[in-house]
């Protein structure tokens, strides 16, 4: 059974950081690439950032270029997405999921964690 199970998630000041953490189980995480997407109240879900599993390229969200950051331990089975300098408008429940492309697009993914949610506020 596949699993993908986020955490750490919170309320942050603007201006925090935060490192999530998308912990994989029931695949092998090399043969997948990984997606972080995320979802505000009354907004459509979007693609934050993704990475290959073919060569570790990564891919970011305009809005969250030099401020977040991709990254993924095939050993731990895990990805992170270490998120800094966060602003209101960074608020959203947050999301893994695995797919068979690294797209800043939820189509190819077929794999969904639950969700983690992220507030920033003061």
């Known amino acids: 059974q596949v699993q993908l199970v986020e955490s750490g998630g919170g309320l942050v000041q603007p201006g925090g950081s935060l490192r999530l953490s998308c912990a994989v189980s029931?695949?092998?995480?090399?043969?997948?690439?990984i997606g972080w997407f995320r979802q505000a109240p009354g907004k459509e879900r979007e693609g934050v950032s993704c990475i290959s599993s073919t060569d570790g390229s990564t891919y970011y969200l305009n809005s969250v270029k030099g401020r977040f950051t991709i990254s993924r331990d095939n050993a731990k089975n895990t990805v992170y997405l270490q998120m800094n300098s966060l602003k209101p408008e960074d608020t959203a429940v947050y999301y893994c999921a695995a797919g068979s492309l690294a797209l800043l697009h939820p189509l190819p993914y077929d794999y969904w964690g639950q969700g983690t949610q992220v507030t920033v506020s003061s």
């Open positions: 029931g695949l092998t995480l090399d043969d997948y690439d």
